[in-house]
């Protein structure tokens, strides 16, 4: 009853929460639910190192990219909280890590929620990042600095796209990599026509999953508030 009670009536249980954050908190949460998307987001193939790990998922939470996959072949994701920053609590991380290979599924299950899957590897028939149209929704999938992309991943891929570079180095460092990419196809995207924004319903629940991460003992509190409405 009380799970039923809780779907119809998501608004008046926020409310509810709300009344115990501050108002800075509740306009920097407006502020920030009005700049997030799920129009472009991050799949990560078997990266391993936290340093990593972390810088990746601060960048996406900077950049307002709601969504993290996080593919887990072999290597665990594992995150530094000197690094990471908070920022993993912002965000809706998604993990494959059922199967021996999980590149597969993770590719899938992005393709049927309309995104074009895109490598991030230098390939004969790569473009450069800013040929790159952000009119589709986009899933940017990023291997390990030593191996790159699997086989799967190249294979199963819509497309790929390379970022420019004029030194010796063959490669960026992966977060370098996330960030610059990041910076180039949401600025373009903010400044499209497309409706790049979360639905309603996103927002609600975000805000509703933020504020369970600032209130102490928020599962106490919400427990009681709905109790409270069930009597």
């Not at 997030?36 to 960048?59: C, D, G, K, M, Y």
């Not at 991380?93 to 991030?120: D, F, M, P, W």
């Not at 600095?145 to 190249?154: F, N, Y």
């Not at 933020?210 to 919400?222: G, L, P, T």
Request: hydrophobic share 35%.
């Amino acid at each position: 009853m009380l799970i039923l009670y809780f779907m119809e009536n998501q608004n008046w249980i926020l409310e509810q929460m709300m009344e115990h954050i501050s108002d800075h908190k509740r306009n920097l949460f407006d502020q920030i639910l009005e700049n997030r998307t799920r129009h472009i987001t991050i799949a990560l193939e078997n990266i391993f190192q936290p340093h990593n790990a972390s810088a990746v998922l601060r960048s996406c939470d900077c950049f307002g990219v709601q969504d993290v996959h996080i593919i887990e072949n072999g290597n665990k994701y594992e995150t530094s909280s000197g690094v990471d920053m908070g920022s993993s609590k912002w965000l809706t991380i998604h993990k494959y890590n059922k199967l021996e290979n999980n590149t597969s599924t993770c590719i899938q299950e992005l393709k049927k929620k309309g995104y074009r899957v895109i490598a991030t590897t230098p390939h004969t028939n790569d473009c450069i990042i800013d040929q790159l149209s952000v009119e589709q929704p986009l899933a940017l999938i990023f291997g390990t600095e030593l191996t790159g992309l699997s086989e799967i991943a190249m294979k199963e891929a819509d497309g790929f796209v390379r970022l420019p570079m004029y030194g010796f180095t063959e490669s960026y460092n992966i977060s370098v990599s996330v960030a610059l990419s990041l910076y180039e196809l949401t600025e373009r995207m903010r400044k499209s026509d497309i409706n790049w924004k979360l639905t309603e319903q996103e927002k609600l629940e975000l805000k509703l999953h933020w504020v369970r991460q600032v209130i102490k003992h928020a599962d106490k509190v919400e427990k009681e508030i709905l109790n409270r409405a069930k009597k």
